[in-house]
């Protein structure tokens, strides 16, 4: 990346919201415009390789979405000379074919995502706004790049305060990297009904069987920072099945069924062992150890033990937390009823484990309870 211009201006490369929307399809480019523009981004619009290159000449821009299959110059092509001329526009490509080869041949050239017509909104959304982060962690990156540089080589004294620095701005990149997460993960809980509250104790929850069952700590830790993200794929479901209070139809239940497929394809992909650990616990985590759950029928130690665990946990604070359809049950009544299936929806083993610490759970429960309970539980162990 080419040396970065002064704070003023980098400040100003920090906060561009500009995006170019490169597609010869003149309704394509209206549709993602407005989508874009209801967003808060200010958007330009080009039909073919030269408009691109005569506007990304004429003024920054901080993300190109980009049609792949264009008259003349393709995507590709374009996308390769823009990430070398203009260092910091990032790209996303936009194509109608679904391979897995153009993907990479995308993702090989520079490209930070790849969007498959016809697109959902939110998948817009989450890959530009995914895009952008990276972008602008990239370019503050280079910066501390080049202060320790200098930092190095004019002055040997500063050399420990560099390294001291470092060390916060990876503490503060981890926080930050945990509270995208729950960010995350809120938003599709909220939308049913959940609270923050029941992400911290998911989290702990998953955490502390995980540690109980052996795992290494580093293990331990992924599984608690990832399991917040089990329901992420809910935000692909409609409302009215979501948060409906009744009992589903077979039809409902098979449309919110697919929530753990559309959030393993949200987290999948990613070279990040966390979303690795993520997509495996969204796509698992309704799995029954007899292979009656979903959405694939895994049966016994072929479910990922990560998504052993977040079946038990998740069950638990669900059995143990208020909703508009049912109060909430005290912890050793949801213990009982967990026990019923003990060997058929949850691994008996690590159910027993859970059991067996149902003391440090109850403090989890507590330390992380709801705020506002009208009708608190009083069966506690």
Request: aromatic share 6%; glycine share 6%; net charge negative.
């Amino acid at each position: 990346m080419a040396t970065l211009p002064d704070q003023t201006n980098h400040q100003a490369l920090l906060d561009n919201r500009t995006i170019l929307v490169i597609d010869d399809e003149e309704p394509i480019r209206r549709l993602l415009t407005y989508l874009l523009q209801s967003h808060g981004y200010l958007v330009e619009g080009a039909g073919d390789a030269r408009e691109a290159r005569q506007k990304l000449g004429d003024q920054p821009f901080a993300l190109m979405l980009c049609d792949v299959n264009m008259p003349g110059e393709s995507g590709m092509d374009l996308v390769r000379h823009a990430l070398a001329e203009h260092k910091h526009t990032a790209a996303i490509m936009v194509t109608g074919l679904d391979s897995s080869v153009l993907a990479n041949a995308a993702l090989e050239v520079g490209a930070f995502g790849y969007i498959v017509k016809p697109f959902e909104s939110n998948e817009v959304l989450i890959d530009v706004a995914n895009a952008l982060r990276r972008r602008r962690l990239e370019i503050e990156n280079s910066l501390h790049r080049e202060n320790l540089e200098d930092i190095v080589r004019t002055r040997t004294l500063a050399l420990q305060q560099a390294l001291d620095w470092l060390k916060h701005t990876e503490k503060e990149l981890r926080l930050s990297r945990e509270e995208t997460i729950q960010r995350l993960a809120m938003a599709a809980e909220f939308r049913d009904s959940s609270t923050a509250q029941h992400i911290q104790r998911m989290s702990h929850y998953c955490e502390l069987l995980a540690r109980k069952a052996g795992l290494p700590p580093e293990r331990c830790d992924l599984i608690r920072t990832a399991s917040p993200m089990h329901d992420i794929g809910k935000i692909g479901t409609p409302d009215h099945v979501l948060l409906k209070p009744g009992r589903f139809t077979d039809e409902e239940f098979g449309v919110i069924a697919q929530h753990a497929e559309i959030g393993y394809r949200i987290l999948s992909g990613s070279d990040s062992e966390l979303l690795k650990v993520a997509a495996t616990i969204a796509y698992t985590h309704h799995e029954h150890y007899d292979g009656t759950g979903y959405p694939r029928g895994l049966k016994g130690e072929a479910i990922p033990i990560e998504g052993r665990i977040v079946a038990i946990a998740d069950a638990f604070d669900a059995l143990t937390t208020q909703r508009v359809y049912k109060p909430a049950f005290g912890l050793s009544h949801a213990i009982e009823l967990m026990l019923k299936h003990r060997g058929t929806h949850f691994d008996p083993e690590l159910l027993d484990i859970f059991v067996a610490s149902i003391d440090e759970v109850a403090r989890i429960h507590n330390q992380y309870a709801d705020l506002v309970n009208p009708n608190p539980t009083t069966d506690e162990p």
